[in-house]
C-alpha cells in the first residue's frame, strides 16, 4: 500500500494532459510520422495529411518512400536510407514529395531511429519541414552555381591545353597534349589523332585505343565527314554505331567503348586531320560539349602549323635540300651514336664511301640542273638499296657516306657492291652516251677490347682512302680496309 | 616476387581500402557496395562467410575511406574503369574462383570484370542489379532521363557546397554502439563532386549487350518492392545471362544487406553449395 503526499492526478487531468499532446502531434508546425523498420508508416499527424492532401488512413500503411517524387525515391534508397541505417540518425535532408494533386511539396527531412525496446518494435521517426520558399532559393543558387562552374571548368579545359599545346615542339608531343586534353577535359577513356598525310608513318598518334579495327569498321567514313561538313561529328551508343556502320557497335563494344565524337583540326589550306575520342558509356552531346571539343580542335590546328614549321626548319638543317639525303650535320650524329652502339654490342660497324666517276663530264657538258638532276637521281638509287636502318648522307658535291651498323667487312663489301651496280645502271636524266659509275671505299671496324675506338673522322678518312684507290686502281670497283 | 610488383600491389589495395579476414585457406568471397556508400554496407553480411571463406571488402574509389587523390575523373567516368580497380585487387590477392557479390551498381561492375577475365571468377551473385536504368523503346529500366536530372538535382541540394565533403552529422547510431561516430562519418562521407560523377555513371550507363557474354555461374537476387531496380529488371538480368538463377528475396526496399542480412547471406550459402 502507498501513501502520497499529494493527491494523484484525477482521471480527467490525466485525459487532458493526453489530448493535449495528442493535439501538439497532429497540429506540429510540422509533418511528423512513423514507420516500421522497413518504412511502412503506422502513425502520421494531421499537418502531413494536410500538407499531402492524402487521408490519415490512406498514410497508414503505405510505405513512406512512395510518398516521395521518382528522383527523390532514388535519393532515398540510394543514399539516405543506407545512411540512416548506419548512422542511426539524417538530418536535413532535401526531398520532394508527391501531393495527392500531383503537385511537388519540396521538404527537409530528420529521421531518426529508436531501437525495439522491450515489447517495442524498431521504428523510425521521421520529421518533415516544409522547404518550398528555401527550394525556390537553393535552386536559384544551384542553377546560378552549376552555371558558373560550367563556364569556369571549360575556360579551365583550354587554358590548361592551351599552355600544354604551347609546350609541343614536335606534332607528336602536339598530338600527345591533344589526347591529355580529350581526356582530362572531355573525360574520354581514350583518344587518337589521325593526320592524313603526315609523313614518316606519324599519321597516327593514339593512346589507350586500337585503331585498325575501327578504322575497318568504317571510322574513316566519319572522320571524313567531320572535315568536309568542317563539323563535330557524334556517335552517342552503340545502338547508333549500329545504324551507322552494321560493325561499327561490335568493334566498339570489343574495346569496352560505347560512344565517340570526332572534330576536325584545319589549317589554312585545308584540313590537316582530326582528333577522336573515345568514350566508355553513352554519352548526351549538347552544344557545351561540342564547342568544347571543336575549341580543342581549333587551338591543335593553330599550333599544328607551328609545329610543323618548327620540324620543317630542323629537317632542313640536317638534310641535304637537293637530295634529301642527311647532310654532314646529321651524319656526324648518326656515326657517334653507331660508333657507341657498336662498342656497348661488340659488334662491327662499316662506313661505305662513294665517289661518283664521270659526274664532272656530265656537269661541265650538260650544266648543272642536269647535275642537279644525275645527284637526285642517284640519291634515290643509293637509299633504295641501303638497309633501311642505315642512314645515307651526301658528303660533298658527288661524294656519299653510308653508315651500315653491325655489318663486318664481308656484309659491307655485298652492300658496297650493291651500290655500285646500282648508280652503274643508265640513269634517265643523261643521254646514254655518258657514263656515271661509283669508286666505293669501305672502312670497317670490329670493337676490340685492346684498342682504343676509333674517331669518327678516322672511319670516314679510311674509307675515303679505299674510295681512292678504287678509282686508282680504274673506276667503278670497290676496295675494302679494316681499320 | 619483384619488389616493384609488391609495391603496385599494396598500392592498388591501400587505394581500395581493401579489408580481408576470415580464413585465408577458404573459398574467397568479395563483397563489392553499390552507389551512396561503403564497404560498412556489409557490415551484418561479411562476418556469416568468415568461417569457412576468405572474406574481402573494399570501398570503390571515390567512396568510403579510399584513396580520393586516386580519383581520375576520365578513369571513373564509366563502370569499366572500376571493373579494372576490381580486377587489380584480384590480381593483388592472387585470388581465383572468386565468389564475387555486387550490390546494385557494384553488380554489373562485376559483370564487367568477370567478361574481361573469367579466371578469377567462380560465381556471381548479382543483389538488386539493373544493366540501365533509363527507359527505352522496348525496355522498362524505370526511369526517364528526367528523372535521373532530379536525383542530380537531389545530390545537388542535399551537398549544397556548405563544406567540401559532405559528412551526415552523426550522433552515434544507438543500435551500434561499438562504432564511433567519427569511424560512420567516413563511412559514407562524399565529395559531392565525385558523388555527382558517380551517380551519372550508375544511372546513365547501359550494359544490356554485357550480360550475354556472361559464362560464370550467376545468382540473380530480387527484393520485393524495389524501386531503384524494379522485378522486371531483375528477371530480364536473369533472362539474359543464360544458366543464372533467380531468387526473389522476401526483403523489401533496396538495400537487403542492411535490412535482411540473414536472409541474404541464406540465399548466397544455398547458391555457393
New interface residues.
Given amino acids: 500500500m502507498t501513501i502520497s503526499s499529494s493527491p494523484p492526478p484525477t482521471r480527467s487531468g490525466e485525459d487532458e494532459l493526453h489530448e493535449s499532446y495528442v493535439e501538439l502531434f497532429h497540429d506540429a508546425p510540422c509533418g511528423y510520422l512513423t514507420t516500421t523498420?522497413?518504412?511502412v508508416i503506422t502513425r502520421v499527424n494531421r499537418t502531413l495529411a494536410t500538407w499531402t492532401g492524402l487521408g490519415e488512413d490512406e498514410l497508414l500503411g503505405t510505405?513512406f518512400?512512395d510518398l516521395l517524387?521518382?528522383?527523390?525515391?532514388?535519393?532515398y534508397?540510394?543514399?539516405f536510407?543506407?545512411?540512416l541505417?548506419?548512422?542511426?540518425?539524417?538530418?536535413?535532408?532535401?526531398?520532394?514529395m508527391r501531393c495527392a494533386d500531383l503537385r511537388d511539396l519540396p521538404v527537409l527531412i530528420n529521421a531518426l531511429?529508436v531501437?525495439a525496446h522491450g515489447e517495442r518494435a524498431?521504428e523510425i521517426r521521421i520529421a518533415v519541414f516544409d522547404a518550398t520558399e528555401r527550394?525556390d532559393y537553393?535552386?536559384q543558387?544551384?542553377v546560378a552555381?552549376?552555371q558558373a562552374e560550367a563556364s569556369e571548368a571549360r575556360v579551365r579545359v583550354l587554358q590548361d591545353a592551351s599552355s600544354a599545346f604551347g609546350l609541343a615542339m614536335s606534332v607528336q608531343e602536339l598530338g600527345e597534349a591533344l589526347i591529355t586534353a580529350a581526356?582530362?577535359g572531355l573525360?574520354?577513356?581514350s583518344a587518337a589523332v589521325l593526320l592524313p598525310g603526315e609523313r614518316d608513318g606519324r599519321d597516327l598518334i593514339v593512346d589507350g585505343v586500337q585503331m585498325d579495327p575501327l578504322i575497318s569498321a568504317g571510322l574513316m567514313d566519319l572522320a571524313m565527314q567531320a572535315i568536309e561538313g568542317d563539323e563535330v561529328v557524334t556517335v552517342a551508343?552503340?545502338d547508333q554505331a549500329a545504324t551507322i556502320r552494321p560493325d561499327l557497335d561490335v568493334a566498339l563494344?570489343e574495346q569496352?567503348l560505347?560512344a565517340l565524337s570526332i572534330a576536325p583540326l584545319r589549317g589554312d589550306s585545308g584540313a590537316h586531320g582530326v582528333v577522336v575520342c573515345f568514350?566508355?558509356?553513352?554519352q548526351v552531346f549538347d552544344d557545351d560539349t561540342r564547342d568544347i571539343h571543336a575549341a580543342l580542335a581549333r587551338q591543335a590546328s593553330q599550333v599544328l602549323r607551328r609545329v610543323r614549321l618548327q620540324e620543317e626548319l630542323a629537317h632542313r638543317a640536317l638534310h641535304d635540300q637537293l637530295t634529301g639525303l642527311a647532310n654532314r650535320k646529321l651524319l656526324q650524329v648518326r656515326l657517334d651514336e653507331a660508333l657507341a652502339g657498336a662498342r656497348r654490342d661488340a659488334r662491327p660497324l662499316s662506313i661505305v664511301f662513294i665517289d661518283l666517276d664521270g659526274f664532272k663530264a656530265v656537269n661541265d657538258a650538260l650544266g648543272h640542273r642536269v647535275g642537279d638532276e644525275v645527284l637526285v637521281e642517284v640519291a634515290e638509287r643509293l637509299r633504295g638499296v641501303a638497309r633501311a636502318s642505315d642512314p645515307v648522307a651526301r658528303y660533298g658535291g658527288d661524294e656519299f657516306v653510308i653508315v651500315c651498323e653491325n655489318a663486318d667487312a664481308e656484309a659491307a663489301g655485298v652492300i658496297a657492291e650493291r651500290f655500285r651496280h646500282e648508280v652503274g645502271r643508265p640513269l634517265t636524266s643523261v643521254p646514254p652516251s655518258y657514263s656515271v659509275a661509283a669508286s666505293v671505299g669501305v672502312a670497317t671496324w670490329t670493337p676490340d677490347d685492346t684498342a682504343d675506338d676509333p674517331e669518327p673522322e678516322r672511319l670516314i678518312r679510311l674509307a675515303d682512302e679505299a674510295m681512292y684507290a678504287s678509282k686508282r686502281g680504274g673506276r667503278d670497283r670497290v676496295t675494302s680496309v679494316t681499320v | 616476387m619483384s619488389t616493384i610488383a609488391s609495391a603496385a600491389r599494396s598500392q592498388v589495395l591501400r587505394r581500395n581500402n581493401v579489408t580481408v579476414t576470415g580464413d585465408p585457406a577458404g573459398r574467397p568471397i568479395v563483397f563489392a557496395h553499390g552507389f551512396g556508400c561503403s564497404q560498412e554496407v556489409w557490415h551484418a553480411v561479411a562476418p556469416r562467410f568468415e568461417s569457412d571463406h576468405r572474406v574481402v571488402l573494399f570501398d570503390a574509389v571515390g567512396s568510403g575511406a579510399s584513396d580520393l587523390g586516386a580519383y581520375d575523373p576520365a578513369r571513373y567516368d564509366s563502370l569499366h574503369g572500376y571493373a579494372d580497380d576490381l580486377l587489380e585487387i584480384l590480381d593483388a590477392l592472387d585470388l581465383h574462383d572468386a565468389v564475387f557479390v555486387g550490390h546494385s551498381v557494384a553488380a554489373m561492375v562485376g559483370v564487367l570484370a568477370s567478361n574481361v577475365d573469367p579466371s578469377r571468377f567462380g560465381a556471381l551473385v548479382l543483389v538488386g542489379p539493373s544493366p540501365r536504368y533509363l527507359d527505352d523503346d522496348d525496355y522498362t529500366g524505370g526511369f526517364s532521363h528526367a528523372d535521373i536530372e532530379g536525383l542530380l538535382d537531389a545530390l545537388d541540394a542535399n551537398y549544397l557546397g556548405w563544406s567540401e565533403t559532405m559528412a551526415p552529422l552523426i550522433m552515434g547510431n544507438p543500435a551500434r554502439p561499438e562504432l564511433g561516430s567519427d569511424l560512420t562519418e567516413s563511412f559514407c562521407s562524399v565529395d559531392p563532386r565525385i558523388a555527382s560523377q558517380f551517380a551519372r555513371v550508375t544511372f546513365l550507363s547501359d550494359n544490356r549487350r554485357d550480360l550475354e557474354q556472361v559464362r560464370t555461374p550467376t545468382l540473380v537476387l530480387q527484393c520485393s518492392e524495389d524501386v531503384i531496380a524494379p522485378p522486371a529488371v531483375g528477371r530480364y538480368v536473369h533472362e539474359q545471362i543464360s544458366g543464372s538463377r533467380f531468387v526473389q528475396l522476401a526483403a523489401t526496399g533496396h538495400c537487403p544487406n542492411l535490412s535482411a542480412p540473414e536472409e541474404l547471406a541464406a540465399e548466397i550459402t544455398a547458391f555457393l553449395r
Fill in positions: 523498420a522497413d518504412g510505405a518512400v517524387t521518382t528522383a527523390g525515391q532514388l535519393f534508397e540510394s543514399r536510407a543506407t545512411v541505417r548506419l548512422s542511426g540518425e539524417v538530418r536535413e535532408v532535401a526531398l520532394s531511429i531501437p524498431e527550394q537553393e535552386r543558387l544551384l552555381r552549376r581526356r582530362t573525360l574520354a577513356a551508343s552503340l563494344q569496352r560505347a568514350f566508355g558509356r553513352d
